[in-house]
C-alpha cells in the first residue's frame, strides 16, 4: 500500500522561504514519478512541480517557474519542494502525489494531469501572510 506524508507547512510571511517535504513508502519510491499539487479554498487542485522517475525532468506550473525547485533523496524515499519568494497568492494545501507507471518519463503533459496520479498524501497547509 502507497503511503505519502507531507511535512513542513507552516504560516510565513511574504518573501520568505519553506521546504516541504513527502515521505513515501509501500513500494519502490526511485522507480517512480512524483509531484506536488495545491489547492486553494474554493479553487481547482493546481499542478505545482513534479519530477521523473530518474530524477532527470523536472516540470513547473507556470507561477512557480524560478521561484520552486522540485527535489528527490531516493535513499530518504523522499520528495522536496523547496520553495522561494512566496507570495500571498501560494497560499493553499499542498499535496504530495505518485503516479503508477514504473520507469515511465512521460512528455510534460503527463506530469501536469491530476488524473496521471492515482496516489495521494493528506496535504500539508501553507499559508503566506502579506
Known amino acids: 500500500q502507497v503511503q505519502l506524508v507531507e511535512s513542513g507547512g507552516a504560516l510565513v510571511q511574504a518573501g520568505g522561504s519553506l521546504r516541504l517535504s513527502c515521505a513515501a513508502s509501500?513500494?519502490?519510491?526511485?522507480?517512480?514519478?512524483m509531484g506536488w499539487f495545491r489547492q486553494a479554498p474554493g479553487k481547482e487542485r493546481e499542478f505545482v512541480a513534479a519530477?521523473?522517475?530518474?530524477?532527470?525532468?523536472?516540470v513547473y506550473g507556470d507561477s512557480m517557474e524560478g521561484r520552486f525547485t522540485i527535489s528527490r533523496d531516493n535513499a530518504k524515499s523522499t520528495v522536496y519542494l523547496q520553495m522561494n519568494s512566496l507570495k500571498p497568492e501560494d497560499t493553499a494545501v499542498y499535496y504530495c502525489?505518485?503516479?503508477?507507471?514504473?520507469?515511465?518519463?512521460?512528455?510534460?503533459?503527463?506530469?501536469?494531469?491530476?488524473?496521471?496520479?492515482?496516489?495521494w498524501g493528506q496535504g500539508t497547509q501553507v499559508t503566506v501572510s502579506s
Open positions: 502525489t505518485t503516479d503508477a507507471n514504473r520507469f515511465y518519463s512521460g512528455s510534460d503533459y503527463y506530469y501536469t494531469q491530476t488524473t496521471t496520479y492515482p496516489y
Open positions: 509501500g513500494r519502490t519510491f526511485s522507480n517512480y514519478a
Open positions: 519530477i521523473s522517475w530518474s530524477g532527470s525532468k523536472t
